[in-house]
């Protein structure tokens, strides 16, 4: 959130369907967490299993949560930070479990895909389309008065999604420079033109992802690059997942990893820029502060989801020496991914395996990896191995020369095309200046993933300006994390900056 708290909530805690709800602070002087509890039992879910969503997080410090579990899937929250509240608990137009949420220029947010029958999605629903909700809604936070509207359900993404069921949900869906949406589902890719503030029309369908499907439950990762100046172009990178389609718990994760341009138009194709140095299903990929990509957790074998029959049980022992036998709804993924790795967009080069340290714990389905405006990376959870542990990792950057701080950057709260000024202390010269957006993340998905370098126009005497790009579509609204970068490539701590929802794109 805006100013470094993490909202969190589980879909259950210690018994199954079972609501708890925190709010997790830095402790500066500690180097680790403050825990407190968020609102009453049923804590932001509103007492509408808010587990298996997807969220959003606003311009106005909200978290906005889309469907949900079991017979909740139509269900939505809104949860306001600044005053701790809970502030709508409604029904959408139809139910959505797994879908996902992509924030517009104006702050409308779109929700696409999910299905409507919650865990029918994987090949085991083949064939059960009576399951599926191929369409999109738009939810307009401003509408009524500021109290949100919701359009109708809208099928002009229904041929993709139709035909990439039961492998989509969870679609990865990019806003681009025009004004349009990039969408992944399975193996596919489509362009959609924005035609109204509300809707959307297919454009063109592009090259499909080479190798099975990626989305749900054969999970692989996938992100946004960072962005360069003039803004005119967005990179994809698409990495992991199953090696072969219709995988069980015995199909080897994939070390593939593709890059293709989403402004590219009709005829751009992926670029093969793998392998990576592990195998990876069901793991997650962030920007870091120095805008390589972070790849955490996740196995080397298996899917996402649950797995037991009846009378067994799963053993787990970790590397801190504990053991936890899972005596219900554990693993389908084995041979987990401790050690991270990482990946340079600009040198096009990935981590050694052995480079970088491993993690205590595995961090499976229902875990999650964030960055922190320290810029080291917070993974935790994991309830196929019931997981209750956080740990951070420091990336190598931290111990790679002096860090700058940023003293003040005002304005705080901006526009897009309004320029930003920084005043800030250094040892190396402070060449760069990342912002990155404050994305929401579960299941592998960090929705509204979002980074930009800006222009530096000035630089002096230990302030300098940075021009911001003056499309919202570009610079959508929400919450970034400003952070500046020596020519050494070490960060400094991420301050905090409010894009505020603009009127064109």
């Not at 996740?298 to 797995?307: F, K, L, S």
């Not at 930003?420 to 299941?443: C, E, F, K, Q």
């Amino acid at each position: 959130m805006s100013g470094g708290d993490v909202v969190t909530w589980a879909g259950r805690l210690n018994g199954l369907q079972q609501y708890s709800s925190a709010v997790l602070t830095p402790d500066t002087a500690t180097g680790g967490l403050t825990y407190r509890q968020l609102l009453d039992g049923c804590g932001i879910h509103g007492c509408k299993n808010a587990f298996c969503a997807g969220h959003s997080i606003t311009a106005d410090n909200e978290v906005l949560i889309f469907g949900g579990h079991a017979d909740k899937v139509q269900w939505f929250r809104r949860y306001n930070h600044a005053t701790g509240n809970l502030t709508a608990v409604e029904l959408m137009p139809s139910g959505r479990w797994y879908p996902t949420p992509v924030t517009l220029h104006d702050g409308r947010v779109v929700v696409v895909g999910g299905i409507i029958d919650s865990g029918q999605a994987g090949w085991h629903a083949e064939g059960n389309y009576t399951a599926d909700n191929p369409t999109y809604t738009v939810y307009n936070p401003a509408g009524a008065g500021g109290k949100g509207t919701f359009t109708e359900d809208k099928m002009d993404m229904y041929e993709q999604l139709h035909e990439a069921f039961p492998i989509h949900t969870y679609p990865h869906v990019v806003l681009l420079p025009d004004g349009g949406l990039a969408m992944s589902a399975g193996k596919t890719l489509v362009k959609y033109d924005q035609t109204g503030e509300e809707s959307f029309a297919r454009a063109y369908p592009m090259e499909d992802r080479p190798g099975p499907p990626w989305s749900y439950p054969q999970t692989g990762q996938g992100t946004p690059l960072p962005i360069e100046p003039p803004y005119d172009r967005i990179w994809f990178l698409a990495s992991g997942g199953n090696a072969d389609d219709r995988a069980r718990v015995t199909t080897p994760a994939s070390d593939t990893a593709h890059l293709i341009e989403l402004t590219g138009g009709p005829s751009a194709s992926w670029e093969d820029v793998g392998p990576m140095p592990y195998e990876r299903v069901m793991g997650d990929a962030i920007v870091l502060c120095d805008g390589t990509i972070g790849y955490f957790g996740g196995a080397g074998q298996g899917i996402a989801g649950w797995n037991l029959k009846e009378g067994e049980t799963q053993t787990f022992e970790f590397r801190d020496g504990t053991v936890w036998e899972c005596p219900e709804k554990c693993s389908k993924a084995f041979d987990w991914r401790l050690e991270p790795t990482i990946y340079d967009p600009t040198t096009g080069r990935w981590s050694a395996q052995g480079s970088l340290a491993k993690s205590v714990r595995p961090r499976l389905y229902h875990s999650i990896t964030m960055l922190m405006h320290d810029c080291r990376v917070l993974t935790s959870g994991s309830d196929v191995s019931w997981d209750f542990t956080a740990e951070f990792y420091s990336p190598p950057y931290l111990s790679a020369g002096p860090r700058p701080a940023i003293t003040a950057a005002t304005p705080t709260r901006l526009l897009p095309g309004q320029p930003i000024t920084v005043s800030y202390t250094t040892t190396d010269p402070v060449t760069r200046a990342l912002l990155i957006r404050n994305a929401a993340n579960t299941h592998s998905m960090s929705f509204d993933a979002r980074a930009l370098w800006l222009n530096v126009t000035s630089n002096a005497g230990g302030q300098l300006t940075l021009a911001t790009p003056a499309s919202g579509s570009v610079l959508p609204p929400g919450p970034y994390m400003l952070v500046l970068n020596t020519d050494e490539g070490v960060p400094s701590n991420a301050q905090t900056l409010t894009v505020l929802p603009s009127s064109a794109p």
